[in-house]
C-alpha cells in the first residue's frame, strides 16, 4: 500500500476491499507462524494472482494445513485431498491419484470446474 504500515487502513479496515482484508486475515495468521493453519474458503475474494500467492506462502513453511473449499484448483499442490459430497467422503489422495481415477467423483467435478471457466 502507499504508505506501508502507515496506510490508513479506516476503521475496522473499512478502506479496505474485501479481496485486502482476507490477504491481510491471513498474513496475520502466518505471522504467528502456526503449526496448524485452518483455511475455510480463505482465498474466496482474491484474484487469481493474489490466491497462488497467499497458498504459495501457506504451504511454504512445515505445518499442517485444513483447506475447505470449493475451488478444486486451490488444492491442486496438496499432500492429501479428503473429497466431499452431501456430507460423505467420496474418495481421497492426492491431486494426481484423484486425476487418474476414471469416472470419479473428483476428476468429473474438476472436468466440469474447467469447462465452465
Not at 497467499?54 to 486451490?74: C, D, P, S
Amino acid at each position: 500500500m502507499e504508505n506501508g504500515y502507515d496506510t490508513d487502513i479506516g476503521e475496522c479496515g473499512g478502506k479496505l476491499s474485501d479481496g485486502q482484508k482476507q490477504s491481510l486475515a491471513i498474513i496475520r495468521a502466518l505471522l504467528r507462524d502456526p503449526q496448524v493453519i485452518i483455511l475455510d474458503e480463505a482465498t474466496s475474494k482474491l484474484d487469481v494472482d493474489a490466491e497462488k500467492a497467499v497458498l504459495n506462502e501457506v504451504l511454504a513453511h512445515k505445518r499442517t494445513v485444513l483447506i475447505v473449499a470449493h475451488q478444486l484448483r486451490i488444492v491442486e499442490k496438496a499432500d492429501h485431498i479428503i473429497f466431499m459430497e452431501d456430507g460423505l467422503v467420496r474418495e481421497e489422495g492426492t491431486h494426481q491419484e484423484l486425476m487418474n481415477k476414471k469416472g470419479g467423483y473428483f476428476r468429473l467435478k474438476e472436468e466440469l470446474f474447467s469447462e465452465s471457466s
